[in-house]
Structures are given as C-alpha cells and as structure tokens.
C-alpha cells in the first residue's frame, strides 16, 4: 500500500474516543463530582481495548514491514542469480563461437596415443580449409539462409562473387560445384609434363550429339571442365575488347552496359589483363613489334582482304601482386576465388563480413517455381546431394555452370520455357594453319644487337602474340585470328619455357615443327568464325527419355553449306596475312603438312579443306537475352539477367548473347557478370530498392 495511506486499525474508535474526551479527558466541573465508578470503568475499557488494538495493529505492521524487507532482499538476491547467470551464458555463447572458428584439435595427434590417418584423399586435405564439409553440408541442408546461391565455379562465378561481396561484404552466398579441386592454378604456369592433362578425363560431354552433327563437317563441341575453376584451368586466356559495332543484334541494355570504360576495365583488373608488350620481359620485345607492325601495314594498305582491324594481344597473364618478378601468369579461377573466401574469413571473424561458402561434388539438377508466389521466385533447388529448401527467404540462383549446362537446368525446371532455351545455338568455328619463313634481316639485326649486349652472350627464346579480326561482306559474320610467332634458337631447352609462355598453347608450335627451324620464324594461327545464330539447325532440345535431367538434352549444330563458304574465305585471309608477316621473305614461306609420320614442312600451301578444325568452341545463345522478351517468343532472359517464367533466377555468361561475334568472350562475360552483381548487391535507390 502507499506510504501514505495508514490503516483504519490503527485510530482508535471514534465513539471511544469521544465518550472519555466527554467523561475522562475534560470533564466538567459539575460532570467530575457527580461521575461514579459505573461511569468511568466502561469508558477505560473502551479506550484500553483501543490502544490494545492499535498496539497490535502496530505489530502486525513491523511483520509486514520486515516480509516485505526480506522479500526484497531475495528479489535482489534472484535479480543478481539472473543477471550472473545471463553473464555465464554469454561467456558460453563466445566460447563457443570462437571454438567454431577454430578449427577442432583431433584427439589423436602427431601419432600419439596411436598412429594417425595413413590414407587421405585430396578431397580431406582441403575440404577443412575451404571447402564446405559433410557436416556443414547437413547444416545447410537444414537451416542455411542464403541471399545468392551460385552454380558453378568458373569466370562469371568469380566475376560475380567478387563484385557482389566488394558491394556488401556481409552478402550470404552459398557456391555449389559440380566437380573436385583438381589443380590450383592454369596448368601452363605448371611444369610442363602437366600438359598431358589436357582433354580425356578432364573433359565431360553432359548432352547426347545428333547424327546430324557428328557426321557433319562440325562434329561435336567442346565439353565442360568438371572441377573447381572449370576451363579456367586450360583456356587460351586471350582477352580482347570489342568495338561496340561488333556486338552484331545485342539488345540496347547490353550495349548500354558496356559502353562507359568501366565496364571493361574492371573486368580487366578482375583477370589480370595486360597488353603483351606491356609484360616487360624479354620474350615478348623484338619479335612482338616486328609482327605487329607488319600486320598493321597491311590492314592500313588493305592486303588483307575484308580486315577491320589488328592489335597486340591483351591477354590475363598479368601480375598477380605487386611486388610479383613472374610477368607471365595465366590467370585461372582456384586462386582468386579462394582469396576472396579467405578475405571473407577474416571479416567474419571480426564482425565485418559473411563467410564464403563453398561446396564441391555438388550437382545442380533443376529449380521449382512456387506456384503460389506471384513473383514466381523458385522455392526449391534439387542437387545431387539433397535439395535445398527456401520456405522462408528465397535467395537469387545464379546459374553460372556455362551455355549448355545452363539451358538445361532452365529447360527441366520451367517448362513453358522448352520453347524459348536452347532455341538457338552460337559459337565459334576453327581453322588453324602452321608457316614459318627465315629470319627477316632487319629483325636478325635487332636480335644480334641484344644478344652482344647480353651478359651471356646467347641468343634466346623470342615470342609474339597478336589478334586480328574482319568480316565476311557477304553475310556480315565475323571472323577474327589468334596469331601465335615463335622463334627458337635452341628448341630443346627452350621448350618448357615456350610451353611457358606461349600466348596460345593448344596452337603452339610442336617440338616436331620447332625442330629445324632455329633461323626461322614459325607463325600458328587460329581463326575464329562464328556460326550463323539463324541457322534453325543449330539447336539444345529436350531429351525426355533420358531420366538423367543432368543430361536430358540433344545438341545438334549442322553447318550449313554457308559455314563451309566462310572457312575458305578465312583461310585465303589468314594466308594473305601470314604473307604479310612474312614481308620480304614471302617467297621463302613453307607450310606444316600433317602426314601419317607426324609432319614435314612443304612450300605448297595445305589443302584448304583440312584447314577446318572438328570441334565447335565457345558456346553461346542457348539463354539469349532481349528488351521486349514479352514479344521475342524465342528469348529466354530479360534485360535484368533474369530468366523468364521466374522471379528470382538469373543467368550469366556467353549463353546471354543473341550473336556469338568472333572475340574471344571472357572479358565480356565478366563484365556483364559484374553488372549483374552491381543490380543485386549494389546500393538501393531512394525508394528502398535495388535496381532488381
């Protein structure tokens, strides 16, 4: 009760009171004589029953007094017992935290008490490094909350991550990769027996090939590479940048995208793209400037029919540190990615970032949209090691496992889109032809200068590397050539370093070829057509008698008898620029004829009919985005990278382009990868949002 309030048993009753006021207290004068004891004992009785009262009363108020005081002390007590034990459980909880971070102190150790693990795979050495494990895997299965999930682990993988966590460090992003760790790094800046590596096992075909296509002049296509970093671990790592004119039938959105120069050069310093007489290293000196000299003489003088232009080769072998000696580093994702993951680790640790995860032999099989959302976001992404839920926040899935495997993924997932995915089939075709011509006397001038002025005295290894790109004036397709030179002066040992540092490898040179030719200079060329997008016989169609939605698909890619017309028209280019190359010493020009011995070199060109190389490479078109998807029925990307018929799934890569071109598509893979991380984890705008 208040304070203030006091009770009614401690006032003495009123009649009491007044009737020994009246009788005992102020008697009158007369009262007090004729007052007898009959008077005055009831009215003592009266006021002692009252005070008897108001003594206990007073009792009873000391006991509440002092229950209240005691039931205040154990308040305080239970309040301290509370707030101690709040204290223990958040000591627990960081504890426990920082025994997470840690990794766990195995019970048995350094051989003690009892000899360890004898056989452990590749897998267990790094998995607990980088990878997501059994258990972590279980955890994600059952509670793990993302906001991206990321399929596949190659160049639009990385290119988005990278931005995405630049953007927001504390962006949730779960990796699933088909494959293993493999190889750590591009298999060229390995030793060279690593070479041996290429094609066979590392090389997977996830489609059925139509007749059609393999008794066709194009045979098949190339396959995906199944491990973590995907072809970033074998690719050719040419890297240019397209004039804008080139990007033949891209919807304006792209066009608008790529047109600032940041575009470009972010995507640039994410590969470590660097101009080849930029490298700063003696291979790439004398012999670079000669070539591209030569080339540039003859598209200015128009010797090289239909050539738009030639450039130095921009390729990602730059350095990868700052204080870094090795100025030839093919890029490849291993490294870069597992950076970015150790980045984030240490700002997760201190509370400035989410951590990466990644998890490898994890197959992607097919998304389900919610029917009930009416924003179709996909609520369900089937794998090959269970099926990841999203009941209550629906992460972005960004499929970034390349063309074909993409257009897979979307056709077994969505399907009113069978009709528009893999409608259309791009990509590129080859050609590729071996010269050489002696040693122009102005160039063996320059390289007998260097070579007094050198410490020892000995000639060496002389590489080149340059790109030429035109087009066919009759159909307006495109073409372009990756030209590798070489000189040699001591072919055995300059092998490793030539497997090294050669611009292209799978053009490079033979030990065959480079046998002899010590005063020559050897050119390889490669040139790259691309297949008419319009070709209706080109196509990624659903193979619904295969159970495997892995690989439930037909591919077919037929040329047609233009394809044929435009591989000979490449090639009468690409002879008149080896002519121009070869400059004054044009007569002396011989060719590398294969035979059933190997090879040998003949004056007479080739048969130009064997100049067409089996095998179609860089894949694209099979997701083609649009601006007005609603009216292009074949489209299957909207101009926000997202796939039609969902709301929350988005494609990256080559498989985006309505046309091939004839550039080599890294860097602009990249750069469109980045710009849709910018969309997703970029700043939101004034009204709250982000720009999708």
Not at 44 to 50: K, L, M, P, Q
Not at 162 to 177: C, G
Not at 682 to 690: A, C, H, L, M, S
Request: charged share 25%; glycine share 6%.
């Amino acid at each position: 009760m208040p304070a203030t309030q006091i009770p009614e048993y401690l006032f003495v009753p009123a009649p009491a009171l007044q009737s020994f006021e009246r009788h005992v207290a102020q008697p009158s004068e007369e009262r007090a004589l004729n007052m007898t004891s009959a008077d005055i004992v009831p009215t003592f009785h009266e006021c002692e029953n009252a005070l008897r009262e108001q003594v206990d009363a007073l009792k009873r108020l000391q006991d509440e007094a002092r229950t209240l005081q005691d039931r205040e002390r154990a308040l305080k007590e239970l309040s301290d017992a509370l707030q101690a034990r709040e204290r223990a459980l958040k000591e627990r909880e960081r504890a426990f935290q920082l025994q997470q971070q840690r990794p766990l102190e195995p019970v048995n150790l350094y051989g003690f008490p009892r000899p360890g693990e004898q056989s452990p795979t590749p897998a267990e050495a790094t998995g607990k490094h980088y990878f997501v494990d059994e258990t972590n895997w279980k955890q994600i299965l059952q509670y793990g909350e993302f906001d991206d999930i990321v399929c596949g682990s190659g160049f639009c993988a990385l290119a988005y991550i990278e931005q995405a966590l630049k953007l927001d460090p504390f962006r949730k992003i779960l990796v699933l990769e088909r494959g293993g760790f493999w190889l750590p790094a591009h298999f060229q800046n390995l030793p060279l027996p690593f070479n041996l590596l290429l094609g066979g096992e590392s090389e997977t075909f996830p489609w059925s090939l139509t007749s059609t296509t393999w008794n066709g002049d194009i045979q098949f296509m190339r396959g995906s590479c199944p491990f973590f970093g995907g072809r970033s671990l074998f690719w050719s790592a040419w890297c240019p940048r397209p004039p804008l004119e080139l990007m033949r039938d891209f919807p304006q959105s792209l066009i608008d995208t790529a047109t600032p120069d940041e575009f470009w050069t972010d995507s640039q310093e994410l590969l470590h793209v660097v101009k080849a007489t930029d490298l700063h290293n003696a291979e790439y000196q004398i012999l670079q400037e000669y070539i591209d000299s030569q080339l540039a003489d003859a598209v200015k003088n128009k010797t090289i029919e239909t050539a738009d232009y030639s450039e130095t080769s921009h390729l990602a072998v730059g350095k990868t540190t700052a204080l870094s000696t090795l100025v030839f580093e093919k890029f490849a994702i291993p490294g870069p990615l597992l950076d970015v993951y150790e980045r984030q680790r240490q700002l997760a640790k201190i509370g400035k970032g989410s951590p990466l995860k990644v998890a490898l032999d994890v197959v992607v099989k097919k998304f389900d949209i919610d029917s009930d959302d009416i924003e179709k976001k996909a609520n369900v992404l089937y794998t090959s090691k269970g099926d990841l839920c999203f009941s209550r926040k629906k992460p972005n899935i960004i499929l970034a496992t390349g063309a074909i495997p993409a257009c897979t993924i979307v056709q077994n997932s969505i399907p009113e889109q069978r009709q528009r995915a893999g409608s259309r089939l791009s990509g590129h075709f080859l050609t590729h032809i071996v010269a050489r011509f002696p040693i122009p006397e102005n160039v063996r001038g320059q390289l007998e200068d260097r070579k007094n002025r050198s410490s020892d005295d000995l000639d060496h290894l002389e590489l080149a590397g340059s790109y030429l790109a035109g087009h066919d004036p009759n159909t307006n397709l495109q073409y372009h050539a990756d030209i590798t030179t070489i000189h040699s002066p001591d072919p055995v040992n300059d092998a490793a370093d030539a497997a090294r540092l050669c611009p292209d490898y799978f053009s490079a040179p033979s030990m065959a070829q480079l046998d002899g030719s010590e005063n020559y200079i050897i050119v390889a060329c490669v040139m790259l057509g691309e297949i008419d997008e319009t070709n209706e016989e080109c196509w990624v169609h659903p193979n619904l008698d295969n159970p495997d939605v892995t690989t439930n698909i037909r591919l077919q890619s037929h040329s047609r008898r233009g394809t044929r017309q435009r591989c000979h028209v490449s090639c009468a280019i690409r002879l008149q620029a080896i002519d121009a190359m070869a400059g004054v010493e044009k007569a002396n020009l011989q060719y590398w004829h294969e035979n059933g011995d190997g090879g040998k070199w003949e004056e007479s060109q080739p048969d130009l009919s064997k100049f067409l190389m089996a095998g179609i490479v860089h894949e694209s078109s099979t997701l083609y985005m649009s601006d007005q998807i609603n009216q292009d029925a074949t489209a299957s990307i909207d101009s926000n990278y997202k796939v039609f018929g969902s709301g929350n799934v988005f494609a990256t890569g080559a498989s985006i382009f309505p046309t091939s071109g004839s550039w080599n598509p890294t860097l602009t893979m990249c750069g469109y990868a980045q710009d849709l991380a910018k969309k997703l984890a970029g700043p939101v705008n004034p009204y709250g949002y982000r720009s999708i």
